[in-house]
């Protein structure tokens, strides 16, 4: 039987809420380097007004021995700064969450060795309209996390995406 996750219920909520806010909506394929490493496919969505952007991001990887999933949330207040080539730029600075919950095992007969961890801080948002409507995106969440270790507090998430603003 197939289970919703009430994080996926994010991305409807935004397109059920759109008309109200008299926003457009911004959907796209999304590469993030959330697992410290390979990048990862996933999913972003986000309503755009005239001087503010909210932003939801999800992407997960799964192996038969490891899982990691992630979730990121971006508020932004945007400008226009001008023009690059022939397209037009929008920037933006707000605050993030991200939420990352990930599974290790040695043998896929072992229960999972699960963890989970939060990050939260200032945010960044750079978009390029490349032709009418097709913008590439890119957000930087520079966050602390909760974390026992001093030098590991400090966390970033770049993800890049392109997509259809409509």
Same mark, same amino acid.
């Given at each position: 039987m197939l289970r919703l996750k009430p994080l996926i219920l994010i991305p409807l909520f935004m397109f059920v809420i759109t008309p109200a806010m008299q926003a457009d909506v911004y959907t796209g394929l999304a590469y993030s380097g959330v697992t410290s490493g390979r990048k990862i496919p996933g999913l972003h969505v986000a309503l755009v007004g005239d001087d503010s952007r909210i932003s939801f991001i999800s992407t997960g990887a799964k192996t038969p021995v490891y899982y990691h999933n992630a979730w990121q949330l971006g508020f932004y207040a945007t400008w226009n700064p001008g023009d690059v080539l022939w397209g037009e730029v929008e920037a933006g600075f707000g605050g993030g969450i991200l939420h990352a919950v990930r599974g290790y095992r040695d043998d896929t007969d072992d229960e999972y060795e699960r963890e +989970? %961890?939060? =990050? *939260? !801080?200032? +945010?960044? *948002?750079?978009?390029?309209?490349? /032709?009418? %409507? =097709?913008?590439?995106?890119?957000? #930087?969440? *520079?966050? =602390?996390?909760? +974390?026992? #270790?001093?030098?590991?507090? /400090?966390?970033? %998430?770049? =993800? !890049? +995406?392109i997509g259809v603003r409509f």
């Open positions: +989970s %961890n939060t =990050v *939260y !801080g200032p +945010s960044l *948002y750079i978009g390029w309209e490349l /032709f009418s %409507n =097709v913008l590439i995106t890119l957000e #930087a969440l *520079y966050g =602390v996390r909760d +974390s026992d #270790a001093l030098r590991l507090i /400090f966390q970033e %998430n770049c =993800v !890049g +995406s």
